[in-house]
């Protein structure tokens, strides 16, 4: 704050003459010098607190950058086999990221608006490096991108693809992260997505047929519409949602999953995290390779209507608070959780949300 000097002023003795039988002929000196002191005191700006005496006062003139929580999962249907767990100290061993079930080939996603940091290999790896608008540095191994350091993106873009070998004995993507600011100090990057846990279903508990729309408010609300077929809707029948780039659903739930999204951020502080919404052809061909019987056949999953979500920010978990709350509202804004999602159902999906209006 840039200080300034009180104008120069003459007191007044308002309303008061001089004593004129007095041998003094105007005021006592010591009163005047009271009066000056007082007209100084209230004239003159607050004093500028020092450094030394309250450091807190520099390290809140600059605003804090809040942790994202909304950003486009890197790979879709992000699933976590391997969760963030780093060590004491810098110098030891641990796992400094996050491991995501992915197949050589499969695309990967911009999780948000940013610039290439670095494409090469690190160690004989396969690596590529970006900085986010957020100001974290983000590394995916293996991956390899066409890209040039310095290019910038939009988050949901394709910047590059899922690349062969790593350390998972399952194929997978590494992820790491770190405030760029810092000494490379690993921050989990599973929240940057909603995410900070994997839930898998037993392979046992996969029914032998994908649920289907139709029937009373606990049953899917996916199905055709205008005339388009599963995972190949154009994107000019759909619209982006607004709380979570690169997402895309019918433009009528996505209006209103915007609005229930607002109404979650009222409740806890954030939006929701949508890991996954409308799924094309292509990405459900990818999701088959991945996962297997566990996946839906091409053509047939409910995410290709447009009108089915993946979700995180705790929603992702039966029992939480958050996932309590959609259930209790949702509804309310044409939201469903299916009965076969359910815990008691066919296919416990605790993330899976239907829109049925």
Request: charged share 20%; with cysteine; aromatic share 8%.
């Amino acid at each position: 704050m840039d200080l300034f000097a009180p104008d120069r002023f003459r007191p007044r003795l308002h309303g008061r003459k001089p004593d004129t039988g007095s041998s003094l002929g105007s005021p006592p000196t010591a009163f005047l010098a009271v009066l000056i002191t007082a007209a100084l005191v209230l004239t003159a700006p607050p004093p500028q607190a020092s450094a030394a005496s309250e450091p807190a006062a520099t390290a809140q003139s600059a605003p804090k950058k809040s942790t994202p929580k909304n950003w486009v999962s890197p790979v879709p249907a992000m699933e976590i086999i391997e969760a963030f767990d780093p060590p004491d100290k810098p110098w030891l061993k641990g796992h400094r990221g996050i491991d995501v079930l992915a197949v050589v080939g499969e695309p990967l996603r911009a999780p948000t608006t940013g610039t290439i940091r670095f494409a090469g290999t690190v160690a004989g790896m396969a690596t590529v490096s970006i900085l986010t608008e957020s100001g974290h540095v983000l590394t995916f191994q293996p991956a390899a991108t066409s890209l040039k350091k310095g290019e910038s993106f939009a988050a949901g873009e394709q910047i590059g693809a899922v690349g062969s070998g790593g350390h998972c004995q399952r194929s997978c993507l590494h992820i790491g992260a770190w405030p760029s600011a810092s000494d490379r100090r690993y921050v989990d990057p599973g929240r940057f997505f909603g995410q900070e846990q994997s839930a898998l279903l037993p392979l046992s508990r996969k029914p032998a047929k994908e649920p289907k729309g139709g029937g009373d408010s606990t049953t899917s609300g996916a199905g055709a519409w205008g005339g388009h077929r599963n995972g190949r809707i154009p994107a000019s029948a759909m619209c982006q949602l607004e709380t979570a780039a690169g997402q895309m659903l019918r433009c009528d739930a996505q209006a209103a999953f915007d609005r229930l999204s607002k109404a979650f951020e009222a409740r806890f502080g954030a939006p929701i995290s949508v890991t996954d919404a409308y799924r094309d052809y292509a990405t459900q061909v990818i999701l088959k390779r991945r996962k297997g019987r566990m996946a839906a056949t091409p053509g047939t999953s409910n995410h290709g209507w447009a009108l089915a979500v993946d979700l995180g920010s705790g929603i992702n978990s039966f029992g939480t608070a958050q996932h309590q709350w959609m259930r209790a509202n949702a509804p309310r804004f044409g939201w469903i959780h299916p009965g076969w999602a359910r815990q008691t159902g066919s296919l416990p999906e605790p993330w899976h949300w239907e829109f049925r209006q």
